[in-house]
């Protein structure tokens, strides 16, 4: 019996196996709860189906976050497949590469927007479509970085939009809390990952944290599974509208 027995949670923004969604996943069917993955388009769905079915999650949808029509079948398809459901991982965002080359003044415009409809508007989208079909006890969990609070150079647009998602988090929180679902957010530390391959310096990052966090390693997508795992789980009923670092403690530290 693991700490989310008996619970259903939504996967969204898998892309491969070293996805954090796809540790977040792993860790919470190790901590017994019932799974559904959404995927893209089709050329990801030839990835995504694979991992799904090696958890055994129990549907896989097709999900476009800037798509109204998808976020409407998102939610019939819970309510067919489950009727009611306990969470959802947010691990979606996306930003121009050419965003994330140049100076920081030299965002387009058409960047900016999209950078931040994928990677914030969408956990508001997505609350706003699900919220009739949680759980009590519900829980809405995001993905952000540190880049959100201090610059890291390279990051940019995204570490905008970031920023942009942790606030809505917090005013999600106060939206849902009535209903007892509480929002919360995971800043993870750099990991290997086919979204953080766009963002330059990343070796540099890898090695900084190693030579310099509390805990003098890098952390991995099963480190922010187990977080993750405790977020979803009712031993956080108390916790809401915040964010939770999980990046061996180099955010604590001063000129790194």
């Known amino acids: 019996m693991g700490i989310l027995s008996g619970k259903k949670v939504l996967i969204l923004g898998v892309a491969n196996e070293r996805s954090i969604a796809w540790g977040i996943a792993r ?35 097709e999900l476009d976050v800037t798509n109204e029509d998808h976020l409407a079948q998102m939610a019939n398809t ?89 606030a809505s988090s917090r005013y999600l929180a106060e939206d849902l809390g009535p209903m007892g679902i ?21 070796r540099k990052m890898f090695d900084t944290v190693e030579e310099r966090a509390p805990l003098r390693r890098n952390i991995t997508t099963e480190d922010v599974g187990g977080a993750a795992a405790f977020l979803a789980s009712d031993l956080a009923s108390g916790v809401t509208g915040q964010i939770l670092y999980v990046d061996s403690g180099i955010s604590t530290m001063a000129m790194v």
């Open 78 to 166: 819970v309510k067919e497949k489950w009727g009611k459901f306990d969470c959802v991982v947010h691990s979606l965002a996306f930003a121009d590469k050419e965003d994330l080359k140049g100076t920081f003044s030299q965002t387009s415009r058409d960047g900016f927007k999209m950078a931040h409809d994928i990677s914030a508007y969408s956990l508001v989208s997505v609350s706003h479509a699900l919220r009739a079909l949680f759980n009590e006890k519900g829980s809405v969990i995001s993905m952000t970085y540190h880049g959100s609070q201090q610059v890291v150079p390279g990051y940019n647009v995204m570490g905008v939009a970031k920023a942009s998602l942790e």
């Open 182 to 202: 509480r929002v919360n957010s995971i800043s993870a530390g750099p990991i290997r990952t086919l979204a953080a391959s766009g963002v330059p310096g990343l």
């Open 27 to 61: 860790a919470m069917k190790e901590q017994g709860a019932s799974l559904a993955m959404s995927y893209l388009n089709d050329k990801l769905k030839e990835r995504v189906v694979p991992l799904a079915e090696e958890v055994g999650a129990d549907f896989t949808f």
